[in-house]
């Protein structure tokens, strides 16, 4: 869990991100929380899913936690691209529409990069949305092992 909060936060600051954003200011800070949010969060989560796998079978279980890891990153990544590729068209349509009725000034100087900033904001909001729902994931199954078994009661034979 601890690691999930920063790596929400930091993806929910950079859906901020416009084209007036600087570096410094929304890119570095969301970066060093999700750099740091990974790191606090991989280990334990692959610790957990390791948890209770016999000895015998530690190699395929390691290994199918590696492939499903690189399988939903590059499935993350398909689902992302596509957002920004369906924002970033509707931001164009919509900057063509007010080109077209001579509202050029409300999108500035450079409409390309308003198009691509929203693109790209809309992703981050979509992977901010993905992350919470991974930590609710992770409160509800912790919170699963950790409420009290029903005792059984003794069978004789």
């Given at each position: 869990?601890?690691?999930?909060?920063?790596?929400?936060?930091?993806?929910?600051?950079?859906?901020q991100?416009?084209?007036?954003?600087?570096?410094?200011s929304g890119?570095?800070?969301?970066?060093?929380?999700?750099?740091?949010?990974?790191g606090?969060?991989?280990?334990p989560?692959?610790?957990?899913?390791?948890?209770?796998?016999?000895?015998a079978?530690?190699?395929?279980?390691?290994?199918?936690?590696?492939?499903?890891?690189?399988?939903?990153?590059?499935?993350?990544?398909?689902?992302?691209?596509?957002?920004?590729?369906?924002?970033?068209?509707?931001a164009?349509?919509?900057a063509?529409?007010?080109?077209?009725?001579?509202?050029v000034?409300?999108?500035g100087?450079?409409?390309?990069?308003?198009?691509?900033?929203?693109?790209?904001?809309?992703?981050?909001?979509?992977?901010?949305?993905?992350?919470?729902?991974?930590l609710?994931?992770?409160v509800?199954?912790?919170?699963?092992?950790q409420?009290?078994?029903?005792?059984?009661a003794?069978t004789s034979e």
């Open positions: 869990m601890a690691g999930l909060v920063p790596v929400v936060a930091g993806m929910t600051w950079l859906a991100i416009s084209p007036a954003t600087s570096y410094a890119v570095l800070g969301p970066m060093l929380l999700l750099g740091t949010g990974m606090l969060a991989f280990v989560l692959t610790m957990a899913s390791l948890h209770g796998v016999a000895a079978d530690s190699g395929a279980a390691a290994s199918m936690v590696n492939v499903m890891q690189q399988v939903g990153g590059s499935l993350g990544l398909a689902i992302l691209v596509t957002v920004f590729g369906g924002a970033t068209r509707a164009a349509r919509h063509l529409a007010l080109r077209t009725t001579h509202h000034t409300a999108l100087a450079q409409p390309v990069h308003q198009i691509v900033t929203h693109g790209m904001a809309s992703s981050f909001t979509v992977a901010a949305v993905f992350d919470a729902v991974a609710v994931l992770v509800l199954v912790l919170r699963m092992r409420a009290p078994q029903p005792a059984r003794a």
